[in-house]
């Protein structure tokens, strides 16, 4: 997969109806000890990468649960175990029973459109028209 990137976003945490957190605006890094932390797997974006390294030598007592593809199941996964779902604002609404909160950590991660490694003409065109516009933006 290859993507062109839009923003950098700040990367959030979406906690579970059930959570002790659930009632917090901000959640800091004391809030995270002794919690289950789900994370993308390494690999698929350099922002959360860089955030599992962290979580995991910086926060005492964090478990750090890997899934391998954002969807709806891995919502599902978070909220029935009542875990904090590394997340984007973007994605706010996937869950009925999960709200995303921000976080006092400072990470961030590239969002854009996926597409494939050698799109199609067409997909290329609206690709560059896309760029080009948020090119023109900055």
């Not at 906690?15 to 004391?30: K, N």
């Not at 996926?114 to 948020?134: G, K, N, R, Y």
Request: hydrophobic fraction near 45%; proline fraction near 4%; glycine fraction near 8%.
């Amino acid at each position: 997969c290859a993507a062109l990137p839009l923003a950098r976003v700040p990367l959030r945490l979406a906690v579970s109806s059930g959570s002790s957190l659930r009632d917090r605006e901000t959640i800091s890094l004391e809030d995270l000890v002794g919690k289950t932390v789900f994370i993308i797997q390494r690999g698929w974006n350099e922002g959360f990468d860089a955030l599992h390294d962290f979580l995991a030598e910086s926060v005492e007592d964090v478990e750090i649960a890997e899934f391998s593809f954002f969807d709806v199941g891995a919502f599902n996964r978070c909220e029935g175990e009542d875990g904090l779902l590394v997340s984007i604002d973007a994605w706010r609404d996937v869950h009925p029973l999960m709200e995303t909160k921000p976080v006092e950590w400072g990470f961030t991660a590239q969002y854009g459109i996926l597409h494939a490694p050698e799109p199609s003409t067409s997909i290329q065109a609206f690709l560059d028209i896309v760029a080009d516009e948020v090119a023109g933006a900055e």
